[in-house]
């Protein structure tokens, strides 16, 4: 599988972070900045503080100017600790949450923009799982950018102050200080860079974990899960799974251990090196005492800061190439138009005519083409059947005209224009489609008709599609009639509709966008054949003087439609009226004859 995911630079992720906090929140920003000085200053003054005292104890000065040096210091600290606990509530708790507010939202919202044929490229989801590990929780790196830059410039800041003092009392302690952390750094990058390379790894690990998860999450999966005695399968392979994520994962903590016993043991040598000559400098007189307290002290923060550093470097390096993870799927290219687009047809070129021309379609990383040189046309207000055996192509011929997909070969207009031409966002207010599997959202029944929010629903549009769809009666039996909310999972006091109800509400729906072009893809496909043919009997009846395409595997249903096309091994294999495909003696003939012996009742219903 080709890699899709681009390259960005620390600097790059660095000014993203800024700008999406800014944008979410313009005062976290301006706090960790804070923070980063107070952070320096606030231990600054702690280690300052004793050598005041000591200076001024051994100067001999008088009470007065004693407490007004050392009050002056304590009274400085005070007011420092204030601050510094007030930033450092904002940087620790509040970046984090306020980017997975916003990084959730940007990624849902590019989850449902993005060309549809792009989100079911196993490509774009690959790398949108790597985005979904980077973004999973308020405390991944890649949402705490400010905060590790912030923890990153207080190091540097406390390095550079203390590096002063150490320095100006001899410099052999800095360099060897220096020298040490450079070690620990070559050691930790190491390790991180480890764990860079065997990211993708880890990542589809997860994946699969996930999957298995949110299988037994699934009600339809469920009634597998139970019939066919899955779950010890199911386990076991969760198990084998998250082992062998465990391993992987080991691997990455050992190096990282090492890399800390390593800086440890590092910390120990140098340290213990530079108290002892500092206490050498002493003892010859070469600093005073107040210096070597201060020095003392020093050495010691010095050493935190260094390894402050060290880690927030390789902490910094981890959140970009986390937020580069992030923004590669934000970044996923669509495939259709999105700019400037042709005109929508309107007047007399309504509803459109259909030209499919030598159409081929084969999905990414397939064997075999789903679809194979397909060429029809559809007169305006013509209603057209695409019926078949099941894997023939009817569903991604369907996707293809209604422009989510896009044809590899070949050309598709609609008005005489090809679809690509139009906008894509333009293109599909000219369909109305219904599929298979009907989503309800988790707002009330008018929203669930209108597709849009309480403000922009014309109530009484709703209401009248609802009666031409046969389920005006029930609605207005429910407590809250069209405000009464669906889907029980969200909303406690939902009502919860059969499947038939479903399929009105559906058909209510389509009526409510008064499309020209109307696409059914076996949306009764859950119904007996019976009272699927009543079903699309009352399609036909509402849709009148609107171009459209039926899918069902049941040829019966269909016969009301004034061409059908028969798809037989991804290709178009016979056209026709049913009399004539009957008369053909064909395959059509042959599977209509196979489905009649077993929906008698289904066979005989005529629908003209």
């Known amino acids: 599988m080709k890699d899709r995911t681009p390259t960005y630079s620390l600097g790059s992720n660095i000014m993203f972070s800024l700008?999406?906090?800014?944008?979410?929140?313009?005062?976290?920003?301006?706090?960790?900045?804070?923070?980063?000085?107070?952070?320096?200053?606030?231990?600054?003054?702690?280690?300052?503080?004793?050598?005041l005292v000591i200076d001024e104890l051994t100067a001999g000065t008088t009470p007065a100017h004693f407490a007004t040096v050392v009050g002056g210091g304590a009274a400085l600290l005070l007011v420092l600790s204030c601050v510094k606990g007030y930033t450092d509530v904002i940087a620790t708790h509040s970046v984090g949450?306020?980017?997975?507010?916003?990084?959730?939202?940007?990624?849902?919202?590019?989850?449902?923009?993005?060309?549809?044929?792009?989100?079911?490229?196993?490509?774009?989801?690959?790398?949108?799982?790597?985005a979904l590990r980077a973004s999973e929780s308020n405390h991944s790196p890649a949402h705490n950018i400010p905060r590790t830059l912030n923890r990153l410039i207080s190091n540097i800041l406390g390095f550079s102050l203390y590096g002063s003092v150490i320095a100006i009392i001899h410099p052999v302690i800095l360099v060897l200080l220096i020298l040490?952390?450079?070690?620990?750094?070559?050691?930790l990058s190491s390790a991180r860079k480890y764990e860079r390379e065997t990211r993708g790894e880890r990542s589809a690990l997860h994946k699969r974990l996930r999957y298995i998860q949110e299988s037994t999450k699934s009600p339809e999966r469920a009634k597998d899960v139970r019939i066919y005695s899955m779950s010890p399968w199911m386990k076991s392979l969760f198990s084998e799974i998250a082992s062998e994520?465990?391993?992987?994962?080991?691997?990455?903590?050992?190096?990282?251990?090492?890399?800390?016993?390593?800086?440890?043991?590092?910390?120990?040598?140098?340290?213990?090196?530079?108290?002892?000559?500092?206490?050498?400098?002493?003892?010859?007189?070469?600093?005073?005492?107040?210096?070597?307290?201060?020095?003392?002290?020093?050495?010691?923060?010095?050493?935190?800061?260094?390894?402050?550093?060290?880690?927030?470097?390789?902490?910094l390096m981890r959140a970009s190439t986390e937020?580069?993870?992030?923004?590669?799927?934000?970044?996923?290219?669509?495939?259709?138009?999105?700019?400037?687009?042709?005109?929508?047809?309107?007047?007399?070129?309504?509803?459109?005519?259909?030209?499919?021309?030598?159409?081929?379609?084969?999905?990414?990383?397939?064997?075999?083409?789903?679809?194979?040189?397909?060429?029809?046309?559809?007169?305006?207000?013509e209603r057209i059947a695409i019926v078949g055996p099941n894997g023939a192509g009817k569903t991604t011929l369907v996707k293809l005209i209604s422009g989510?997909?896009?044809?590899?070969?070949?050309?598709?207009?609609?008005?005489?224009v090809n679809i690509q031409e139009y906008n894509r966002d333009e293109y599909l207010t000219l369909i109305g489609a219904v599929f298979q599997?009907?989503?309800?959202?988790?707002?009330?029944?008018?929203?669930?008709?209108?597709?849009?929010?309480?403000?922009?629903?014309?109530?009484?549009?709703?209401?009248?599609?609802?009666?031409l769809a046969g389920l005006h009666e029930r609605v207005q039996a429910m407590p809250d009639k069209e405000k009464t909310l669906l889907v029980r999972q969200i909303n406690d006091n939902a009502v919860e509709l059969s499947g038939g109800e479903k399929q009105k509400l559906a058909l209510a729906r389509a009526?409510?966008?008064?499309?020209?072009?109307?696409?059914?893809?076996?949306?009764?496909?859950?119904?007996?054949?019976?009272?699927?043919?009543?079903?699309?009997?009352?399609?036909?009846?509402?849709?009148?003087?609107?171009?459209?395409?039926?899918?069902?595997?049941?040829?019966?249903?269909?016969?009301?439609?004034?061409?059908?096309?028969?798809?037989?091994?991804?290709?178009?294999a016979e056209t026709g009226t049913h009399d004539e495909l009957m008369r053909l003696g064909g395959k059509y003939a042959q599977m209509f004859g196979l489905q009649a012996h077993y929906y008698r009742s289904d066979a005989e219903v005529e629908l003209r």
């Open 180 to 187: 040490s952390a450079v070690i620990s750094w070559l050691s």
């Open 19 to 51: 700008r999406t906090h800014w944008k979410a929140k313009k005062s976290t920003l301006i706090f960790c900045a804070l923070d980063a000085v107070m952070s320096v200053l606030l231990p600054f003054v702690r280690i300052l503080l004793p050598k």
């Open 511 to 572: 009526l409510y966008k008064d499309a020209p072009l109307i696409i059914l893809d076996e949306p009764t496909a859950a119904l007996d054949p019976i009272a699927e043919s009543e079903v699309y009997r009352k399609y036909a009846e509402l849709t009148k003087g609107k171009t459209s395409i039926y899918i069902s595997h049941r040829l019966a249903s269909t016969r009301f439609c004034d061409r059908i096309l028969f798809l037989d091994n991804h290709t178009i």
């Open 97 to 130: 949450t306020m980017a997975a507010i916003e990084s959730v939202s940007q990624m849902m919202g590019k989850r449902m923009d993005m060309d549809y044929e792009v989100l079911e490229d196993p490509a774009s989801k690959a790398v949108e799982e790597k």
């Open 404 to 416: 989510l997909y896009r044809p590899q070969t070949g050309s598709i207009k609609v008005a005489g």
């Open 245 to 315: 994520l465990e391993a992987r994962s080991g691997k990455v903590a050992t190096r990282n251990m090492v890399a800390q016993l390593v800086d440890g043991g590092l910390i120990l040598i140098r340290d213990g090196a530079a108290y002892a000559y500092l206490t050498y400098l002493l003892l010859r007189g070469s600093i005073s005492l107040g210096d070597f307290v201060l020095v003392f002290s020093a050495i010691g923060a010095f050493a935190g800061w260094v390894s402050g550093i060290i880690l927030q470097s390789s902490e």
């Open 437 to 467: 599997d009907i989503h309800l959202l988790t707002t009330d029944i008018a929203g669930n008709v209108s597709q849009a929010p309480p403000e922009a629903t014309d109530y009484q549009r709703v209401e009248e599609c609802l009666r």
């Open 323 to 381: 937020m580069g993870d992030i923004r590669a799927y934000l970044d996923i290219p669509d495939k259709s138009n999105r700019g400037q687009g042709v005109p929508l047809p309107s007047g007399d070129a309504l509803p459109p005519a259909i030209s499919v021309r030598n159409v081929s379609y084969r999905y990414p990383g397939a064997d075999t083409e789903a679809l194979k040189d397909i060429t029809f046309d559809v007169r305006p207000g």
